[in-house]
């Protein structure tokens, strides 16, 4: 099964910056929807961001404006830039691949270990 590793939380002050990364083969990343997700404690997971073969974008209305989905084809990786970061925004985040539709919906088959981001008020 192909794995993909999701790395570059940490802790941040609010109002901060983290970049995390999903790291994959070329194929599955590139050639895939790709989506990245969170889950806090007590909470389901949701979708905060998606991105399309084509590089389309989706984010969830919580983050929209304060998050970025991109794809470094040459580094086999796709980021989630996170600006303006929030005590709410704190969770571990989750990366996957497959059909959009999928994508959206979380509706993955396996789920990596996760990075966690804690942003501290």
């Known amino acids: 099964q192909v794995q993909l590793v999701e790395s570059g939380g940490g802790l941040v002050q609010s109002g901060g910056s983290l970049r995390l990364s999903c790291a994959g083969s070329?194929?599955?990343?590139?050639?895939?929807?790709v989506g990245w997700y969170r889950q806090a404690p007590g909470k389901q997971r949701e979708t905060v961001a998606s991105l399309t073969v084509s590089d389309s974008t989706n984010y969830a209305t919580s983050v929209k404006g304060r998050f970025r989905i991109f794809r470094d084809k040459a580094k086999n990786t796709v980021y989630l830039q996170m600006n303006d970061l929030k005590p709410e925004d704190t969770a571990v985040y989750y990366c996957?691949?497959?059909?959009?539709?999928?994508?959206?919906?979380?509706?993955?088959?396996?789920w990596g270990r996760g990075t966690q981001v804690t942003v501290s008020s």
């Open positions: 070329g194929r599955i990343l590139s050639d895939n929807s």
């Open positions: 996957n691949a497959g059909r959009l539709n999928q994508v959206l919906k979380a509706e993955c088959d396996s």
